[in-house]
């Protein structure tokens, strides 16, 4: 009777011994599994504004909308619808020979190409064709005075058309330091101020001519 007693709190001790044993394994192999890590939602992605742009609109260059100051002219192409060229009566040669001079093709040209002329750069360009004119008339004229002309009156033009030649650079330079860098239409009076050099040598080459044949050749 004592040993069965014995045997059966042996068999409850060794019983317990093994669920305790369960248990703590059980324990351990769930305590082994690592949690996983809770899942991170990234912050959306922000587009980085333009360098230098401002959080109210751009506003459009000024120039540009509807009401925009209009852009200014280049300097040196002014509207100048308004500009004339007075040009000197001859005063070599006789009345005659001035009369006859008034009605010389350059001259009509000139102001036909100044009338059309509604920039700066036209008024230049129409005193440009003028003085090429006039030098091809200077040319033109001067050889038929040394073709025509006795021998006094060769001489004499052919000296006075060398000093005039020799002094030319010296007075178109002239022409050009006159002028002020404030002038606004500085290009205009330079071009036209040359163009009355070469015009007024031509017509004291007319004069003489004329005197000679009392012809006016032009061309």
């Known amino acids: 009777m004592k040993n069965s007693v014995i045997?059966?709190?042996?068999?409850?001790?060794?019983?317990?011994?093994?669920?305790?044993?369960?248990?703590?394994?059980?324990?351990?192999?769930?305590?082994?599994?690592p949690t996983p890590a809770p899942e991170v939602t990234a912050a959306p992605e922000v587009t980085p504004a333009p360098e230098g742009a401002d959080a109210e609109a751009t506003p459009a260059p000024e120039g540009e909308g509807e009401s925009g100051t209009p852009t200014p002219a280049p300097e040196g192409d002014e509207s100048s619808d308004t500009h004339t060229s007075v040009l000197p009566a001859p005063e070599s040669g006789s009345e005659e020979f001035r009369k006859a001079f008034e009605e010389n093709p350059i001259d009509a040209q000139y102001a036909a190409d100044l009338e059309l002329a509604s920039s700066v750069a036209a008024i230049v360009a129409a005193?440009?064709?003028?003085?090429?004119?006039?030098?091809?008339?200077?040319?033109?004229?001067?050889?038929?005075?040394?073709?025509?002309?006795?021998?006094?009156?060769?001489?004499?033009?052919?000296?006075?058309?060398?000093?005039?030649?020799?002094?030319?650079?010296?007075?178109?330079?002239?022409?050009?330091?006159?002028?002020?860098?404030?002038?606004?239409?500085?290009?205009?009076?330079?071009?036209?101020?040359?163009?009355?050099?070469?015009?007024?040598?031509?017509?004291?080459?007319?004069?003489?001519?004329?005197?000679?044949?009392?012809?006016?050749?032009?061309?």
């Open 127 to 219: 005193s440009n064709t003028a003085s090429e004119s006039w030098q091809e008339q200077i040319d033109s004229v001067y050889t038929q005075i040394l073709e025509r002309g006795d021998d006094e009156t060769v001489e004499q033009v052919k000296e006075e058309q060398s000093h005039w030649v020799n002094e030319q650079s010296d007075a178109l330079q002239e022409i050009r330091n006159a002028v002020g860098e404030d002038d606004s239409m500085a290009a205009v009076t330079v071009a036209e101020n040359i163009m009355l050099y070469y015009r007024t040598r031509a017509i004291d080459l007319c004069a003489v001519l004329y005197e000679i044949d009392g012809q006016l050749v032009f061309g």
């Open 7 to 33: 045997k059966k709190w042996i068999c409850m001790v060794c019983g317990a011994a093994v669920i305790f044993s369960l248990a703590a394994c059980s324990q351990t192999s769930s305590s082994a599994e």
